[in-house]
């Protein structure tokens, strides 16, 4: 097989452990073992915000004029910055009869359903986290618990102690504290929510505006928090010290508690009680909108957009067809609204089922050379040769001399193994419902375009589902509900959209009300506006 290599080379990617060269030598090696020819190497270079594509649309060219069979990349989200793009142009290699070998999903068929799905997901959160996270750079989860470090965005009231020092002499060695989540300026505010919650005197829509005018934003989205994620703060045994992961449970981590036992219980008390009363999300002002262009008006059959009121109150709308527009009896909800409904429709009960599980996990098992433990053991070696030089045990002559022969032998390593990083995908789409309450509105709408594919609504209320053909198999066990169900037909195909007249309208589709909103009733017609 031909092949062309394909390094897209950012200062990013530097940052996180995958520079060009390593990239270059990952590929290199790939190609080797697999016996690929290369015959050609192309790369692009992204600075800041810029993005190049020069060394891209040769690459296309040469495709187009069947130079090479396949094209060998480092990680499907080495294409592009921006996951739609990335989509799109590995589309275009298709059609033009190229595949596209990604290092980290090497033995994934990219046209089966569950390459389909998986490459989609990954991009999603590579989206999502590669700004805000970057652990998929980590060595894993799993050992970050078991060395008791914090993985992921600290929560409210933290900061990540960071890793490196400089010291005064210039020389740069690692924090002793590394990575030790301790309080930020704003920890006082969150241990203050706690105390006011545990008197049973404030609701925590109460507290959402309190912190509200205390100045705490969520960290995802920079906008004030809703009563959702207060209630998740008010539950996180992070505050307590405690680190948890999936699998391997909770324990004592590198944090330092903010909260006492007692406080805390005290206050997991008055959630259980609060918990059977209807919580109100609060006011929330978006500058992007996760439905816009998946809704359909079911009443005149056009889409519905996002826009925000004088107020600051965000709202999707139907725009209604012609001059005489839309025929509907609500043409508007807020933005709220509709997306608890789809939170509690689609996102509350995303999950792979096991057969799609295992195929993924099948074909992601490939072969991967245990280089980790001799990354763990020169990454000890570094820190025990900084704890020297810092003791003054040894000179500092010696010592830069060790930590670049450590350096350099690190820097030989291939790059971190990466099945590691699917299985955390695969986890965090488990769990991806306990990000959405916190998610900016723009990984919200590329999480759910990459679910769905469009959103019927009717008199305000979202009464059908269309997933992506590519995500069906995560979002269809929503649409199968246990008997005969008037949105699917006898073949059992899944959920379409229907145009209904109101007189049709079945109920079988609607959800349950939570949050307070009484849609349907008249009198929240009026409150609406
Ligand atoms: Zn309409």
Avoid at 20 to 32: G, H, I, K, V
Avoid at 66 to 72: G, R, T, V
Wanted: hydrophobic share 35%; with cysteine; net charge positive.
């Amino acid at each position: 097989m031909r092949a062309a290599t394909y390094v897209r080379e950012s200062t990013r990617a530097q940052e996180e452990g995958f520079s060009p060269d390593a990239q270059r030598q990952a590929l290199e090696q790939y190609a080797a073992q697999q016996s690929v020819e290369i015959v050609a190497r192309y790369s692009d270079f992204e600075s800041g915000t810029k993005e190049t594509r020069e060394g891209f649309q040769q690459m296309l060219e040469a495709a187009q004029a069947h130079e090479f069979d396949a094209i060998l990349c480092f990680h499907t989200s080495r294409f592009a910055r921006d996951a739609e793009v990335a989509r799109r142009a590995k589309r275009q290699l298709r059609n033009l009869g190229v595949k596209v070998i990604a290092l980290n999903l090497p033995n994934l068929d990219p046209e089966s359903p569950e390459g389909h799905l998986l490459e989609g997901i990954s991009e999603v959160l590579d989206e999502h986290y590669s700004r805000q996270l970057g652990w998929w750079t980590r060595a894993g989860l799993r050992e970050k618990f078991r060395q008791g470090k914090f993985v992921g965005v600290p929560p409210l009231g933290y900061r990540r102690v960071p890793k490196k020092i400089i010291d005064d002499d210039g020389v740069e060695r690692p924090h002793p504290q590394a990575d030790r989540l301790v309080p930020s300026e704003v920890a006082p505010i969150i241990r203050e929510a706690y105390r006011k919650y545990a008197t049973g005197q404030f609701s925590t829509t109460d507290l959402c505006i309190w912190m509200a005018e205390q100045g705490l934003r969520s960290t995802y989205g920079g906008g004030p928090l809703a009563a959702s994620g207060v209630r998740k703060i008010l539950g996180n045994r992070a505050y307590l010290g405690y680190i948890k992961h999936k699998t391997e449970g909770e324990r004592p981590g590198d944090v330092e508690p903010l909260i006492d036992e007692a406080l805390f219980e005290e206050v997991q008390a008055r959630l259980r009680e609060r918990r059977t009363g209807s919580g109100t999300s609060a006011p929330k002002s978006f500058r992007a909108y996760a439905l816009t262009g998946l809704l359909r008006c079911a009443a005149c059959g056009t889409k519905w957009y996002g826009y925000t009121d004088s107020g600051g109150r965000s709202y999707y709308r139907c725009y209604g067809p012609g001059s005489r527009g839309c025929t509907g009896e609500i043409k508007f909800r807020r933005t709220d609204n509709l997306e608890g409904q789809i939170e509690e429709m689609v996102i509350r009960n995303l999950s792979l089922d096991a057969a799609t599980k295992a195929a993924v996990v099948d074909a992601l098992r490939g072969r991967q050379p245990d280089f980790e433990k001799e990354r763990r053991r020169l990454e000890r070696q570094l820190e025990r040769e900084a704890d020297l030089y810092r003791l003054g045990d040894i000179e500092r002559d010696d010592y830069l001399q060790r930590r670049d022969s450590i350096k350099a032998q690190l820097a030989a390593l291939p790059p971190v193994p990466l099945p590691l990083r699917q299985q955390q995908v695969l986890d965090t789409l488990d769990g991806i419902a306990d990000l959405w309450p916190e998610m900016a509105p723009v990984a919200r709408k590329a999480l759910c375009r990459s679910l769905l594919k469009e959103i019927v609504v009717q008199d305000g209320v979202i009464t059908a589902i269309q997933p992506r053909p590519e995500a069906m198999a995560v979002v269809v066990s929503l649409l199968t509900p246990p008997t005969s169900h008037p949105h699917r037909d006898p073949a059992g195909a899944p959920a379409r959209r229907r145009r209904r007249t109101p007189a049709s309208t079945g109920r079988c589709c609607r959800r349950r009300r939570g949050r307070g909103e009484p849609a349907s009733r008249p009198a929240a017609r009026t409150a609406e506006r």
